[in-house]
């Protein structure tokens, strides 16, 4: 290669590595998909939703009345965990053996058992999926829609270690909104024992105008697929 | 190029790419409750009723609280006197609440340092203090309604203490006095709607005479009674905010009021008065007979002059003489909320108590006597003569600077209490979240503890300790005090108001002061002007002054903040060669203040006017009082009042001397000053641009007349406008534009049904579209004839979106930092999503006795159909929503601001420096201020272009719920936050598309027009004109100046 041509190469290799760079941001390659850091507590996801049959919404139990998920309250871990089970944590059940589970140690020191609860703590848990602050993300909205929480988070039940399971990014959303979900395709990731979450009674309204409301129905398995609104604002401001 | 460059090149931009990406990593923490609260879902907010303590009216507020934290305050609509409204002054409580300058726990001095110390030290000082000995020892606290009064009574008398003192600087004496003689009630409610005329002598009951926020409802709804509507008198030497909604000003001299009311009483003659008055005979002649023809009228005076006493009564006398008792007086649903309130002489005497050294120990609490009380009684001199000095101040004021020892309080919202202001209604003051700093404590607890210290002669341990004080606090005082007990207490902290009578205060007047010393008379002064001081409308005495919403809200009035300013009028102006934002010094009894010049139509040439409520200064040096050696300005306070209010403007009564009024209260108008021009100038802070509108037609008004011809006739509907045309009047053409969710024009084919673009994907704007988006189309009106000009709207529109104040003096630019507070808003900078125009009619040439009229109209983004700022954005950032809301996405706004430069309405805002960003010296939410921040709504950040969003994060929050209720929206189930707040009903917004919305019927009014309507911008908000009542007889002699010279001596 002569120095002439070398030189005239330069801007197309700049084009291209700005191109590469548009590209790899648009195609979402700023997205944390795939992160699941390390929690304080192992938190073994597998062991609630498929062994033991929970709902999402028994420990997430704001997704259907509010913008907000909801973490558990650590006084609803106590309320299965119970004190009566310090010392060799994990009692004996069936053919195993009654062990202890380092998580529930863990576990019992952040809820102070040995000191009676006085100086409980809550759980730092490390935040996997955030939208930024310019998004409004209603979590009530999509589960009262039927949608199920393995479409956008994930086969949760199968993950030792939650991860981001989809991009979150705009175009993810949009897609759904504007080509519709599937409830059939969403249906699959649940486990066969996951109900939806009941459809949530009429809230209160803080001025008292809750006059005209009608139950919900349950939200169908079948049909077609549901579109949603796409306006910039209904999600921005 | 050879494969091996390029894929050089490739492994050179991936890792480009690799690490200039945003990383999204560190996205914080998820914390759950250890124990969930009952009734609370994260995420949802939860409402609590309570009562507002910004002044002493007490209004019945709810607080918007999500997570634990209180985000907005609105008025409750169960309160039979603010209805749901709540002023400018209440809204900014919540930057009291969590102000980064209030006291983390208690203080003790120590010669001219403070330390921290525990409760547990503080206590034990103050209950040995109290043990050696405290039987003249004084307990003054800022006035409040409810069971607190009674309960610090019984205190008190437990301790071997005098009856405390219950003041408020900004509470009328005299007129209060006037009330009592005449009516039997010291505040009756004032019935405008029922008077046919309105006459107030300097009663300023938009301003914060009296109860503000019921007053400006009843007034409000007597103006919108259009034709039939009051004509509204002001007489006074300044056109106060109330004065500017007057349909005539009569600028009689301070002093004069008298003469005039004794003239309209049938004793003496006009020109006597006149004479007085310094204004033409005429005048008060043409008033004497409409007073006589048009009962009931509604005679108010509240004067800051020597006599105001005899000015209210005679007043009164005026009332009862035309038949205004009971109709338009009316007392029988009075205020009560000023019950139990102690004269403003008894402070005065109490303080030359201190001064000689009669009380051994003194008791502040929410008051800032340091401050307001005029230079002149040196109250700083009497407070070092008394030995022991306790603050329960929330900030470091200054007078709690004078104290020895500070025990910090906790604010009203986190703390319980009972309001008394209507008879017969009892409001309940909750705790809104828990204390924002728990170093602090309610003061009723800790005088609890005071007396459990010094009463415990065998001191409890352990447990049992622990449940006396449970069993004692000032909760369950107040549950076993309340009518109906704890029962009928919980049951009413729901709705926040009660059926019932508390336990009234026994009054303690006369306990102290038993004589007045009376101003001396002005024209018995030396001085070439005569200073007219005055409440701030804003600040009330001083008070609001840490609040960054309140010091960056414009003065309704002369559109002036973060700063004071000298209003003079521009013919004394002319004479002396002073401009605006020239500084005048004005000097009284061998001291001077300077302040910046504004030139005010609306203040007699033989006056200057002051307000009161800036002007904060500390003596100590450095400011600053440190939690831990920190540099962490969110974890120390500034001393001199807080960071926001320390050195701003400065306090005219640096200059008064402390002279009463005949009913010993203090006399604001009481003094003759001389006026120098210094020769320095400054930019004067100010979002006023032009008062004047140069025929733009932006504040359209008509005549009551004319009004009357366009309801019967119609055929005079294109003559109103003042005989010449204002574009756009007198038509309806924008009904179109108004109904149709995007006009025509606008979208192109998008917006047109026609049978050729059938089959084209309209997507969300097809109002058949499935989300059925475009069948809505928000829209505002806003009634002229209502709004007064208040700015509650303003401030609420601060709270609800997040939006930064940029006027703090550390808030410019980090190269050619100026540290003048106010400097950004110098520059353009200010972000009022909603602005509140003031602009002058009539007496073009600024000549002293020639009337004039003033219009407010609140601008905020006019969501135009057919929008200007849409075309000229190159990414799209700006553009026009389904349902008609003109959007701006803030993650597409790259900072053109050619939007900004296309909007005919100059109603968006940019985001000069990081107000946003919590790392930036312009952050404008220090902690906790930033506790406040709405979280439905962004932090917008550096660069990127703001305005109105007609709330938006209301109407999803709406149409969430009604989707989860599975029903369509409710017409009128929700409101925007300046429509919530609005004290005038003036601001109705809804959806104009659905003809069960209110706003959809406004929007029909006769008086209905659009700002600009003549550049077809289709807008979605609708003004209706200002009716103005000009009267037979009140046409101004073009010309005929009746000035009297200023430097003449006055006529009294």
Not at chain 1, 112 to 122: F, L, Q, Y
Request: net charge neutral.
């Amino acid at each position: 290669m002569s120095t002439r041509s070398k030189w005239t190469a330069i801007p197309g290799l700049l084009a291209l590595a700005i191109g590469a760079v548009l590209l790899s941001a648009y195609s979402g390659a700023s997205s944390a998909e795939g992160r699941g850091p390390a929690q304080p507590i192992d938190f073994p996801h597998p062991v609630h939703v498929q062994q033991l049959g929970m709902n999402c919404t028994y420990c997430h139990y704001a997704a259907n009345k509010s913008p907000d998920a909801g973490m558990p309250a650590m006084s609803t871990c106590a309320g299965c965990h119970n004190a009566a089970a310090v010392g060799p944590n994990r009692p004996k059940r069936g053919d195993q053996p009654a062990r202890t589970s380092q998580p529930l140690t863990k576990l019992f020191e952040y809820l102070d058992i040995k000191g009676g609860g006085v100086n409980a703590k809550p759980v730092p848990w490390v935040r996997i999926h955030k939208v930024p602050d310019y998004v409004t993300f209603p979590h009530m909205r999509h589960v009262n829609a039927g949608i199920t929480c393995q479409s956008c988070h994930g086969k949760i039940q199968e993950m030792g270690q939650v991860y981001q399971a989809a991009s979150l990014n705009m175009g993810w959303c949009v897609n759904c909104h504007v080509k519709g979900y599937d409830p059939v395709e969403g249906r699959k990731l649940t486990p066969a024992t996951d109900s939806l979450p009941a459809p949530h009674p009429p809230m209160a309204a803080p001025h008292g105008v809750a006059e005209g409301a009608t139950p919900r129905t349950t939200p169908s398995f079948t049909g077609e697929r549901k579109t949603a609104r796409y306006d910039c604002a209904i999600c921005h401001y | 190029m050879k494969r091996r460059t390029f894929l050089k090149v490739l492994g050179a931009s991936s890792a480009a790419v690799a690490t200039t990406a945003c990383s999204p990593d560190d996205v914080g923490k998820l914390v759950p409750y250890t124990v969930s609260p009952d009734q609370t879902v994260p995420g949802v907010s939860t409402y609590y009723t309570s009562v507002c303590r910004e002044c002493s009216t007490g209004c019945g507020i709810i607080a918007e609280t999500r997570d634990g934290r209180t985000t907005k305050l609105e008025g409750n609509p169960a309160d039979p006197m603010s209805r749901g409204a709540l002023c400018a002054r209440g809204q900014s409580a919540v930057q009291g609440l969590y102000n980064p300058d209030r006291f983390r726990g208690p203080m003790q001095r120590s010669g001219t340092t403070w330390k921290a110390i525990t409760w547990d030290e503080a206590t034990t000082l103050v209950a040995q203090r109290l043990g050696a000995g405290a039987a003249n020892g004084l307990f003054i606290n800022q006035h409040e309604s409810g069971s607190f009064n009674t309960f610090l009574e019984q205190w008190l008398a437990g301790a071997g203490m005098r009856p405390h003192l219950s003041v408020d600087f900004e509470a009328d004496d005299a007129a209060m006095q006037a009330h009592r003689e005449a009516y039997g009630v010291a505040w009756p409610k004032f019935d405008f709607a029922a008077a046919r005329l309105i006459v107030s002598f300097g009663a300023d009951f938009l301003d914060g005479w009296g109860a503000s926020v019921p007053q400006q409802l009843d007034f409000a709804d007597a103006r919108a009674k259009g034709v039939d509507a009051p004509r509204f008198v002001y007489v006074g030497a300044r056109r106060s905010l109330t004065g500017l909604n007057a349909d005539q000003w009569i600028a009689a001299r301070p002093g004069s009021e008298l003469a005039i009311l004794n003239f309209l009483r049938g004793q003496g003659t006009a020109e006597q008065a006149a004479q007085a008055a310094g204004v033409p005979a005429a005048e008060l002649q043409a008033l004497a007979t409409e007073l006589r023809a048009a009962q009931p009228a509604l005679v108010l005076a509240g004067v800051g002059t020597d006599d105001a006493l005899e000015v209210a009564r005679a007043a009164a006398a005026l009332n009862q003489q035309f038949g205004g008792v009971g109709t338009t007086v009316r007392t029988d649903q009075p205020v009560v909320a000023y019950d139990g309130m102690t004269p403003i002489r008894e402070l005065f005497a109490a303080v030359e108590q201190m001064r000689a050294g009669q009380v051994p120990v003194v008791f502040i609490r929410g008051t800032n006597p340091a401050y307001y009380l005029p230079k002149g009684l040196d109250f700083a001199g009497a407070m070092a003569k008394v030995p022991f000095k306790v603050s329960f101040s929330l900030y470091p004021d200054e007078t709690t600077e004078l104290c020895d020892l500070v025990l910090p309080d906790l604010h009203s919202l986190e703390s319980w209490g009972t309001a008394q202001s209507t008879r017969g209604m009892v409001s309940l003051q909750q705790p809104a979240m828990d204390p924002v700093f728990p170093g602090t404590r309610a003061t009723a607890d800790v005088l609890l503890g005071i007396t459990g210290r010094r009463t415990a002669a065998a001191p409890a341990t352990g447990a049992a300790a622990a449940a006396a004080v449970v069993q004692n606090n000032y909760r369950n005082w107040l549950m076993q005090q309340f009518p109906g007990g704890a029962r009928a207490f919980a049951a009413g902290l729901a709705s926040g108001m009660v059926q019932g009578t508390l336990p009234a205060r026994a009054a303690t007047a006369g306990t102290m002061a038993t004589s007045v010393r009376r101003a001396p008379a002005l024209a018995q002064q030396q001085g070439d002007f005569i200073l007219v001081t005055y409440p701030s409308p804003v600040f009330g005495d001083g008070r609001g002054a840490n609040k960054p919403w309140l010091q960056e809200l414009p003065d309704p009035v002369t559109k002036v903040l973060w700063s004071s300013w000298v209003e003079i009028h521009p013919d004394t102006a002319e004479r002396l060669g002073i401009e605006r934002g020239d500084i005048v010094e004005v000097s009284a009894n061998g001291k001077s203040v300077r302040a910046p010049a504004y030139l005010y139509l609306g203040v007699r040439p033989d006056t200057v006017a002051m307000a009161l409520g800036q002007g904060h200064r500390s003596g100590i040096l450095d400011g600053w009082f440190e939690y831990g050696d920190t540099d962490d300005d969110a974890k120390r306070v500034q001393w001199g009042y807080g960071r926001y209010a320390r050195n701003v403007g400065v306090n005219p009564f640096d200059v008064l001397p402390a002279g009463q009024n005949d009913a010993g209260g203090f006399a604001w108008t009481s003094t003759k000053v001389t006026l120098r021009k210094t020769g320095e100038s400054d930019t004067l802070v100010s979002t006023e641009g032009s008062a004047r509108q140069h025929g733009r037609g932006i504040a359209q008004a008509l005549t009551a007349t004319q009004l009357g011809g366009l309801m019967h006739g119609g055929a005079a509907a294109a003559e109103h406008g003042g005989g010449h045309a204002i574009a756009g009047a007198a038509s309806h053409e924008f009904q179109p534009g108004l109904k149709s969710p995007v006009a025509a024009d606008a979208q192109g084919v998008l917006g047109s049904p026609s049978a050729e673009n059938q089959g084209k994907d309209k997507g969300l704007y097809d109002p058949n579209h499935p989300t059925r988006m475009a069948t809505r189309r928000w829209a505002m009106t806003v009634d002229l004839a209502r709004c007064t000009g208040c700015s509650a709207c303003v401030t609420a529109c601060y709270a609800e979106n997040n939006i930064p104040t940029v006027g703090a003096p550390w808030q410019n630019a980090t190269v050619y930092a100026v540290s003048k507070p106010g400097f950004n808003v110098t520059r353009g900078r200010e972000m009022n999503w909603i602005r509140i125009e003031r602009y002058f009619e009539g007496n073009e040439q600024a000549q002293f006795g020639e009337d004039f009229e003033t219009r407010f109209v609140p601008m905020m983004c006019q969501h135009c159909g057919n929008a200007p700022c849409e075309p000229v954005c190159p990414v799209y950032a700006t553009y026009h929503a389904p349902d008609g809301l003109n959007v701006q996405v803030y993650n597409r706004c790259v900072g053109t601001r050619y939007c900004s430069n296309n909007c005919p309405y100059k109603v968006r805002y940019f985001n000069w420096f990081g107000y946003g960003e919590e790392d930036r010296k312009q952050y404008a939410f220090p902690e906790p201020l930033n506790w406040q921040l709405n979280p439905d709504v962004a932090v917008r950040g550096k660069g990127v272009m703001e305005k109105c969003s007609f709330c938006v994060q209301r109407i999803r929050e709406a149409e969430n719920r009604a989707a989860m209720e599975g029903r369509e929206l409710i017409p009128d189930e929700f409101t925007t936050a300046c429509a919530a707040a609005c004290p005038s009903r003036a601001i109705v917004f809804g959806d104009a598309a659905d003809p069960n919305w209110s706003v959809s019927r406004l929007a029909q009014d006769r008086r209905a027009y659009h700002v600009f309507e003549e550049l077809n911008t289709y807008t979605a908000v609708v003004y209706l004109k200002k009716v103005n009542h000009p009267g037979a007889t009140a046409a101004p002699a073009a010309g005929a100046s009746t000035t009297a010279p200023a430097t003449a001596p006055a006529a009294h």
